[in-house]
T-cell receptor
Framework: AQSVSQHNHHVILSEAASLELGCNYS??????LFWYVQYPGQHLQLLLK??????LVKGIKGFEAEFIKSKFSFNLRKPSVQWSDTAEYFC????????FGGGTRVLVKP | SQTIHQWPATLVQPVGSPLSLECTVE??????LYWYRQAAGRGLQLLFYSVGIGQISSEVPQNLSASRPQDRQFILSSKKLLLSDSGFYLC???????????FGPGTRLTVL
């Protein structure tokens, strides 16, 4: 069965620190990968996506993610976080259906 | 541009009462529509999806049902709510397949 796992449930860090959120998926076929973000009180919105091509994907607000096929991973990164990056982040994989990970709550301290 | 609406935004209902949550999409035709429940630490659980009017697929057996009476309208219902139905319900639409989806603002349901 298709599944997505996010390694950290909660992350707390200070402004200007670097962020990396882990995501692993299990699916044997071609898969599209996504990171969604939900800021406090706002809609779930797309941060970035990977369909094919360059495995390093640039998204909005300085985020990027790297698809490593051999590791079934799609980790999200940001070199220097801001207080406004406080949110919940969801990794998702679309193989035969769109499956979400459990989410990671990120708190950035000013 | 496409927009997706959900109402109500919040709802408090007694156990055993019926439920009807509505979702409508504007600016697109024949969208795939989805109902999810979001629980803390458990991500988004797909409840139902629909590829067309009257076509409903259920992902998880439970106390809820879904209907699609019109192309851009998706309704989540229950005849008798349980305490365990409390949660945050999200509607989403996608253009085709199981790729990028766009989410509504959600409904916070509390069953007392």
């Amino acid at each position: 069965a298709q599944s997505v796992s996010q390694h950290n449930h909660h992350v707390i860090l200070s402004e200007a620190a670097s962020l990396e959120l882990g995501c692993n998926y299990s699916y044997g076929g071609t898969v599209n990968l996504f990171w969604y973000v939900q800021y406090p009180g706002q809609h779930l919105q797309l941060l970035l996506k990977y369909f094919s091509g360059d495995p390093l994907v640039k998204g909005i607000k300085g985020f990027e993610a790297e698809f490593i096929k051999s590791k079934f991973s799609f980790n999200l990164r940001k070199p220097s976080v801001q207080w406004s990056d406080t949110a919940e982040y969801f990794c998702a994989a679309a193989g035969n259906k769109l499956t979400f990970g459990g989410g990671t709550r990120v708190l950035v301290k000013p | 541009s496409q927009t997706i609406h959900q109402w109500p935004a919040t709802l408090v209902q007694p156990v055993g009462s019926p439920l009807s949550l509505e979702c409508t999409v504007e600016g697109t035709s024949n969208p795939n529509l989805y109902w999810y429940r979001q629980a803390a630490g458990r991500g988004l659980q797909l409840l139902f999806y629909s590829v067309g009017i009257g076509q409903i697929s259920s992902e998880v057996p439970q106390n809820l049902s879904a209907s699609r009476p019109q192309d851009r309208q998706f309704i989540l219902s229950s005849k008798k709510l349980l305490l365990s139905d409390s949660g945050f319900y999200l509607c989403a639409w996608g253009a085709e397949g199981y790729n990028e989806q766009f989410f509504g603002p959600g409904t916070r349901l509390t069953v007392l």
